[in-house]
């Protein structure tokens, strides 16, 4: 797949089959997070790779829009360093989150971003050292309807290009 047609077909996916990921296809995913850019290249980020259903299903009640990732097969944590510190730590966090999410999209895996509004609560379920923080959690999962993965991107359902750009000025 090539990456514009990824970021072209790419859809936010909420439910999930009850299915394992293959280790080989988180191992990727993975990978892809740790392959992104970051300010200075400083790579300010850590991950935890969550399976156990106990534990998606009390991370999904750290957020109030979260709840997908009680069925996922899989929610990556992206830790960052105090967020408020530096502008770049959540763009970078983002970055990896993308990354993350198209490489899993190529592999037929829907995925969907999570905010965490109760990153203490989040911190007592997965056990990080207090330097690290948690802003957002991804869910990955085989889409409970595969048909998400070919059905074509919306009419009108993203702003037109000359909506958005503004060339040389406002």
Not at 15 to 37: C, E, M
Not at 57 to 85: D, R
Request: a positive charge; one cysteine or more.
């Amino acid at each position: 797949m090539l990456v514009s047609d990824a970021i072209r077909t790419k859809r936010a996916v909420r439910k999930f089959q009850d299915t394992p990921l293959p280790n080989d296809v988180v191992r990727a995913i993975l990978n892809a997070g740790r392959r992104s850019q970051s300010s200075k290249n400083n790579q300010a980020w850590q991950f935890i790779a969550v399976h156990d259903k106990a534990t998606l299903k009390a991370l999904s009640q750290c957020g109030e829009w979260a709840g997908h990732i009680a069925g996922a097969a899989l929610c990556v944590a992206i830790l960052t360093p105090e967020p408020t510190e530096k502008f770049q730590t959540m763009f970078d966090a983002g970055q990896a989150a993308a990354f993350m999410q198209l490489a899993a999209w190529e592999l037929g895996i829907g995925s969907c971003p999570a905010s965490i509004y109760e990153p203490e609560k989040a911190r007592e379920i997965l056990s990080f050292p207090p330097e690290w923080h948690l802003r957002i959690a991804l869910s990955f999962g085989i889409p409970l309807d595969e048909e998400k993965l070919s059905t074509p991107p919306k009419k009108g359902g993203r702003r037109a290009l000359e909506e958005v750009v503004h060339w040389d000025k406002w």
